[in-house]
């Protein structure tokens, strides 16, 4: 449906619009800087509620409402080409994983959390109030776009984003528990093979070898919907039920 695609998009321009009043509900640096205080940040509640929001409805977010994905789809106009580098994927595992545990180390030091801070650094108003402020955002912004204009479609996502790591997580946990979740299926005997899927993947995932198989479980899939959307023989569709058996 071109509806849902249209709305989709909509939804993730305006999330991107708005960035500069969210920006720090997302900040890694954040996260750091409270837990060496022992307050628990905005944007660490944020990336809890994401964590867990991905056992219901997988990395929908990604694709719906992640400000960082607005401007990436906006990037699409001056470089839409697939994204083949799937084996940098694990660059995001390697930059979380020492920033999570510098996270538990800095509050440990701390003597643990001790607050709870929704406005942690935000007290006084919108961020890019101050100068300061408009130069951390100016460089988040460059930070994501750039891989995107280098490598291809959602580079950023694939290689740097600091968020997806809690969604692909609660996925997985969803999936292994096999518990109820918006996730994609697919009817494989129906599939005519026209590539369309794969052409229109904003992740450039490889989406006709995933209805071939049967199993349309993929980490980096963030649920847009295109793939359903663009089959002629509406191979591919939304369920709440698991594919895999």
């Keep these: 449906m071109k509806k ?3 709305i989709r998009k909509a939804i993730i321009l305006i999330s991107f619009l708005l960035f500069p009043v969210t920006v720090y509900f997302f900040s890694p640096a954040l996260i750091l800087q409270g837990a060496s205080e022992g307050v628990v940040a905005g944007s660490m509640i944020t990336f809890a509620l994401l964590f ?3 056992f219901i409805f997988g990395r929908a977010f990604c694709s719906w409402i992640c400000p960082s994905g607005g401007l990436q789809e906006c990037a699409r106009l001056a470089n839409d ?3 083949r580098h799937p084996r940098w994927n694990w660059i995001k595992a390697a930059i979380w994983v020492p920033w999570v545990l510098l996270i538990v180390i800095l509050a440990i030091k701390a003597g ?3 607050a709870i801070k929704p406005l942690y650094q935000m007290e006084d108003g919108i961020p890019l109030s101050e100068s300061q402020g408009v130069v951390i955002y100016f460089g988040v912004l460059f930070f994501i776009l ?5 490598a291809g479609r959602r580079s950023f996502c694939h290689m740097f984003c600091w968020i997806s790591p809690f969604m692909i997580i609660g996925s997985w946990i969803r999936n292994r528990l096999r518990l109820p979740g918006l996730r994609l299926t697919s009817n494989k005997d129906d599939c005519i093979h ?13 989406v006709e070898k995933l209805v071939s198989k049967g199993n349309m479980r993929n980490a980096e899939c963030i649920l847009c919907g295109e793939c359903v959307d663009v089959c002629p023989k509406k191979v591919i569709h939304f369920s709440w039920k698991d594919d895999k058996r």
């Design 4 to 6: 849902r695609q249209s």
């Design 146 to 150: 750039a891989p995107a204009l280098l």
């Design 194 to 206: 026209c590539g369309a899927c794969d052409k229109k993947c904003p992740m450039s995932l490889q």
């Design 112 to 114: 643990g959390f001790h």
């Design 81 to 83: 080409k697939p994204f």
């Design 52 to 54: 867990l929001f991905a």
